[in-house]
């Protein structure tokens, strides 16, 4: 280890004349220490944390369990039913990391992309920055600050309870960077490429940044900037000189044209790379590279929302940010998979409710072709939870506003911003003139993307909040959409937020009315807090939600696991999207639900966030001769139920069915199958087997090769099959196992979608609910095999292993 050496400011001026070869940047990931609660002192380097948690960023202390090993619920959480009965509280983080005196010398740059919330920093003992909202990303300059030798940062984490209507989290939950520059170099933040025209034949993007100079005498810079495509064939370049003082910067604006564009849009998601290259002297100083597509978006009332020309509509999903069993941890593999279910399932856009997307969620909706709405705030001045962002409102929304645009406005996928979701001063003059502030302070930053919210306010109230915004935004409001459309006629609408079970109802204006664009269910996928509302509701004063043990909203198309729904299943055919054009679920007998209290606040028919009670099961133990109600959902126009073999009718399925086809089936075990018909011939079918008891534990990962970063995920889904590999589903048929790894790797989480099982997440103790569970394996540093063992009671112990590598992207 190199001696703690702080450079002189001698020494400092002349690094910083001398300048390095070239630009880096390093994950932090690793090699950070945690310690709960409030410490006296531990802001000091010299402070003794030999005896602190060892934990890799980024990490949710929320979920962890307790010191006991105990899990982390508790029925007296402060967050309650918000949270899912999680608690906040104060977490300190200590990392270590050794710079030789070339680095220390640097400009230098600490990214943290969020830290829930309240957070501290210091760096060697300076407190260094203080960073209110828990979900913007934000830098701190460590130029002239480092040392020769280990340098110690230093973050607090002072989360109050309760501070968000649904569970945030608590500590350093997304990725840390520290980017080692140059003295001239590219200004990270300032990088800007929009599109100004997009054709099959030619592709304008202008180009904006600034080349900063932070040495002591003037610099000749040579600047080029050109796009390279997805083969690695440079498409365009633009090349200029300029001299920067000292201590000064320049702005550059180059137009690039590209012959023959590859277009980016949901069909087809090409992607090219901004680089940027400074040198001075002939010497490169910096390169950096920014993602990009080349798209137009546009929007009107008569002709709606269109990419590149292409009329599109918004087939989305709101999601939270947690990642269940990792808790708010976003890892970017676990935001990515999220992003990954949703485009498997058919959606093609995402509202990031309530808070910005993750550059990782970004990352994979510009690789996958989904569409994005990227949000900033759920309250303003006036809060929702006593501790939430309101208290900080005020003196950093400006900031924040601006972190949200610089953060997503190169990636393609973004094509909206939202300032806000339902608001509880919108409709007032005060909330029409903070709409108005936050419209205008994205402009500043992005005229090219239209700026929306999400309002929950009748009409006439909402027309004051509209009129200051491109795009209208309607949370559970589509009986609006004919008459406002009549008073307003060249307001563009959607719905920002419908009831699941109203999918054909809040999809039907879509379908038919031109000024309306798209359709976000709440929700997509599951997710922690708000406890049971997809199950039983809200109670008569909208204040009360489910009771301990209930931590999940369970209100999710996609369950928590990953598990697509029925109601999932019911959406793509609603949008024709061909995945599963047929498809047959059996809804639960009256009296045998297996979650209880489905009853207990059914008091708001008007808005019933719960999903119907559907399953796809043939296996009804002590239904024998009853009759089941079986919903088959279908894209073609005639469906035909069987029950072993024999035919229970062919019936008719469109519009006017909602395409939906409805049976009363007697039980009797053995196959039941749907089966589509377009133009009299069979053409897709369904099918639901009676299972047996458990015999076996079928294994699957979402890959088996991971790069040994300590960061790689790994999805291990482990699913209960009877003698014949039949999937067993009745809960009478769950099993309890005990998840561990070894070798070159960790388990990071064990869940199973059951919104009441407040057992360890972490522990790798878990039971299946109806048949499956799914274990998060996280890689270590390390190159080797990791093995995946499932040992679950009165069932052979089952293995799995990946592969960890140093080589490559493993995807």
């Given amino acids: 280890m190199l001696p703690n050496l702080r450079l002189t400011p001698l020494a400092l001026t002349i690094a910083l004349l001398a300048g390095h070869a070239a630009a880096e940047q390093r994950s932090l990931s690793q090699g950070w220490l945690f310690e709960r609660g409030a410490v006296q002192g531990a802001e000091q380097p010299a402070f003794d944390d030999a005896r602190w948690r060892k934990v890799t960023v980024p990490h949710d202390y929320s979920i962890m369990d307790k010191p006991d090993g105990s899990p982390p619920f508790d029925a007296k959480a402060v967050g309650g039913q918000d949270s899912g009965y999680l608690p906040g509280g104060q977490g300190w983080y200590r990392k270590h990391f050794v710079l030789d005196a070339a680095d220390a010398s640097r400009v230098l740059r600490l990214n943290f992309e969020a830290v829930y919330m309240d957070a501290d920093i210091w760096f060697n003992g300076e407190h260094v920055g203080r960073h209110r909202y828990g979900y913007t990303a934000f830098t701190l300059d460590l130029t002239g600050k480092a040392k020769a030798g280990d340098n110690v940062i230093v973050v607090r984490v002072n989360h109050v309870d309760p ?6 989290g608590s500590g350093l939950i997304r990725p840390v960077m520290l980017d080692l520059l140059d003295p001239v170099h590219v200004a990270p933040d300032s990088v800007f490429a929009s599109t100004r ?6 592709g304008e993007v202008d180009v904006r940044a600034a080349v900063v100079n932070r040495s002591l005498s003037a610099a000749k810079v040579e600047v080029t900037s050109q796009l390279v495509a997805g083969d690695g064939t440079v498409a365009a370049r633009e090349r200029l000189s300029v001299t920067i003082p000292a201590r000064g910067k320049a702005d550059i604006d180059h137009r690039l044209t590209v ?3 590859k277009l980016w849009s949901p069909d087809a998601p090409n992607l090219y790379t901004l680089v940027q ?16 597509g080349i798209r137009t978006v546009t929007v009107d009332a008569e002709n709606g929302l269109r990419i590149n020309g292409k009329k599109f509509v918004l087939k989305g999903g709101n999601i939270h940010h947690d990642n269940y069993m990792l808790g708010a941890a976003g890892a970017p593999d676990a935001d990515r998979r999220k992003v990954e279910l949703m485009k ?7 509202r990031s409710s309530h808070n910005p997307a993750s550059q990782a969620t970004l990352d994979a909706a510009d690789e996958l072709g989904v569409l994005v709405i990227d949000e900033a705030f759920d309250m303003w001045r006036k809060s929702k939870r006593d501790a939430d962002y309101s208290r900080f409102f005020e003196e950093n929304w400006k900031q924040d506003i601006d972190s949200l645009v610089i953060s997503g406005r190169n990636h393609p996928s973004v094509i909206f911003w939202s300032v806000g979701n339902e608001i509880p001063e919108q409709a007032s003059a005060e909330g029409v003139r903070t709409t108005r502030e936050l419209a205008a302070r994205i402009r500043l930053l992005d005229t090219t993307r239209p700026v929306t919210q999400g309002v929950n306010v009748d009409s006439p109230d909402n027309a004051p909040i509209f009129a200051e915004l491109d795009v209208a935004g309607y949370n559970y409001r589509a009986h609006l959409f004919g008459s406002d459309h009549a008073t307003h006629p060249k307001r563009v609408m959607y719905t920002s937020e ?5 999918a054909f109802r809040y999809w039907e204006p879509v379908e038919t009315m031109p000024w309306v664009i798209g359709d976000f269910v709440w929700t997509a996928v599951d997710y922690i807090g708000e406890t049971g509302i997809g199950w039983m509701g809200y109670s008569k004063d909208w204040k009360q939600l489910g009771q301990y043990p209930w931590h999940l909203a369970y209100c999710g198309e996609i369950d928590a696991t990953g598990r697509k729904r029925p109601a999932a299943y019911y959406r793509q055919v609603l949008w024709k999207s061909g995945i599963d054009p047929v498809a047959a679920f059996v809804e639960q007998p009256a009296g045998t639900e297996d979650l209880p209290d489905r009853e207990y606040f059914k008091e708001h028919p008007e808005l019933d966030w719960s999903l119907h009670d559907l399953h796809p099961s043939w296996t009804w133990k002590g239904q024998e001769g009853k009759p089941l109600k079986v919903s088959v959902y279908s894209e073609h126009p005639e469906v035909e139920l069987f029950l072993n073999g024999r035919s229970l009718g062919r019936r008719p399925v469109g519009r006017q069915t909602e395409y939906k086809a409805l049976y009363s089936v007697p039980y009797e075990a053995g196959r039941l199958v749907a089966v589509g018909y377009r133009d009299g011939k069979a053409t897709d079918r369904w099918e639901l087997r009676t299972a047996g008891a458990p015999a076996s534990v079928k294994l699957s990962a979402d890959r088996r090769q991971v790069r040994a970063n300590g960061e790689d995920l790994v999805y291990v889904t482990a699913e209960l099959v009877d003698a014949d590999g039949v999937p067993v589903y009745s809960r009478d048929g769950d099993r309890k196992f005990r998840v561990s790894v070894k070798g070159a790797g960790t388990l990071a ?7 009441m099982d407040a057992s360890s997440l972490q522990s790798g103790e878990r039971s299946t609910f109806h048949g499956r569970l799914v274990a998060v394996v996280r890689a270590g540093v390390e190159a080797g095999p990791i093995e995946v063992e499932f040992a679950g009671e009165g069932m052979v112990t089952q293995q799995m292993w990946v592969n960890a590598t140093h080589h490559g992207d493993a995807r």
């Fill in 163 to 168: 501070s968000s209507r649904w569970y945030a």
């Fill in 197 to 202: 025209f997009a054709s099959a034949e030619r």
């Fill in 259 to 261: 012959a023959r564009p």
């Fill in 277 to 292: 290259e400074v040198r001075v002297g002939g010497v490169l100083k910096d390169t950096r590279r920014t993602r990009l």
């Fill in 344 to 350: 498997d399932a058919g959606y093609n856009a995402i």
């Fill in 498 to 502: 419908s009831t699941s079970k109203d």
């Fill in 749 to 755: 989480g064990v869940g199973n979608g059951n919104p």
